[in-house]
């Protein structure tokens, strides 16, 4: 029985994940709208911001790359968490 839960409780964690990941692709991107790119910027933690600094500063084309690929995964998480505040409020995540 506790098996069964187990696995119902997965899929349904599962189909949850793949219904944000739906919403944040459909609602946020990528591709990244320059408006949202602002925002993200604007609430980047200070630390991050530094991070990405310390990886471009040798200005090579793969510190580039490096700056590039760290912008790229702040801005995906921070879509993720915009994702996920406006769609629990639909009644999403909720456990059944």
């Known amino acids: 029985m506790a098996q069964a839960r187990h696995a119902t409780r997965e899929g349904y964690e599962q189909e ?3 219904a944000l990941d739906a919403y944040q692709r459909e609602n946020y ?3 990244w709208a320059p408006e949202f790119i602002q925002e993200a ?3 980047l933690p ?3 911001a530094r991070q990405i600094a310390a990886a471009g500063e040798t200005q090579t084309s793969g510190s ?3 700056m590039g690929a ?3 995964s702040w801005i995906g998480g921070y ?4 994702a996920t505040r406006q769609f629990h409020p639909l009644g999403y995540g909720i456990s059944p």
Do not use: K, N, T
């Open 29 to 31: 991107g990528p591709p």
């Open 46 to 48: 200070y630390a991050v």
């Open 41 to 43: 910027l604007r609430d």
């Open 70 to 72: 760290a912008l790229d």
């Open 64 to 66: 580039l790359a490096s």
């Open 79 to 82: 879509a993720r968490l915009c």
């Open 16 to 18: 949850l994940d793949d």
